[in-house]
């Protein structure tokens, strides 16, 4: 995807398939936030205007950054690579850790090749905002699978593909430490904010994206 407008395009297809807005933020890799705005832009007449980059989207259109990573994703040799490097950032923390913990849906696969260069059991965790649509997130509630290990008191670590401002990944730190578990640190594919820990927990990332604008 280039430029905005591929990104409504995408964002009316998976709300037609009958994806939350939270889903729809999870598949593009932006906030939930601009989840709604993209979902709503969507609904909009279409106009005669041309395309418009990221960095020149429309007035008010909200502050954030799209990741694509599909060319990794997409092959499976190049995420193994990609695992391995993430891998290596999380084995500096703790020596006996036996539990990888990944943030349904992006974080899943990709923490089920990062637990297998760690040896380690794997565990998933669905977050809230996979039911969001509007209103107040904070009444709903995430879920770890059953069909992967569970916490059961364990150190463990936490993937994810990308962070923008940390709620999910705090979100996911907190349900591992209501279960008794003790998150040692986290690592995701790309870093939107340059955040270094979430709630005392070290946070690695293989790419920060910086957004850097001029003042008007």
């Not at 565990?123 to 107040?136: F, M, S």
């Amino acid at each position: 995807m280039k430029n905005v407008d591929d990104l409504i395009e995408s964002a009316a297809e998976l709300a037609a398939r009958g994806l939350s807005k939270g889903e729809i933020a999870d598949e593009l890799n932006v906030s939930r936030e601009t989840a709604s705005w993209l979902v709503e832009r969507s609904d909009a007449a279409p106009t005669d205007q041309p395309s418009q980059t990221q960095t020149d989207r429309p007035a008010g259109g909200p502050q954030d950054i799209h990741v694509d990573w599909s060319a990794i994703g997409r092959d499976s040799g190049r995420m193994g690579h990609v695992a391995a490097a993430m891998a290596d950032l999380l084995a500096k923390h703790g020596k006996n850790v036996d539990l990888t913990i990944g943030i349904e849906k992006a974080g899943g696969p990709i923490a089920t090749l990062v637990a297998r260069e760690l040896e380690t059991d794997l565990g998933t965790y669905t977050p809230a905002k996979h039911q969001w649509e509007e209103g107040d997130i904070e009444d709903l509630g995430g879920t770890f699978s059953r069909n992967f290990a569970t916490i059961r008191d364990r150190e463990c670590y936490v993937v994810d593909d990308t962070i923008t401002s940390g709620t999910t990944m705090r979100e996911t730190i907190e349900a591992i430490r209501a279960e008794g578990g003790e998150p040692l640190a986290c690592v995701v594919l790309a870093d939107k904010q340059g955040i270094e820990a979430v709630d005392g927990v070290p946070v690695y990332s293989l790419l920060q994206v910086i957004s850097v604008g001029k003042e008007e």
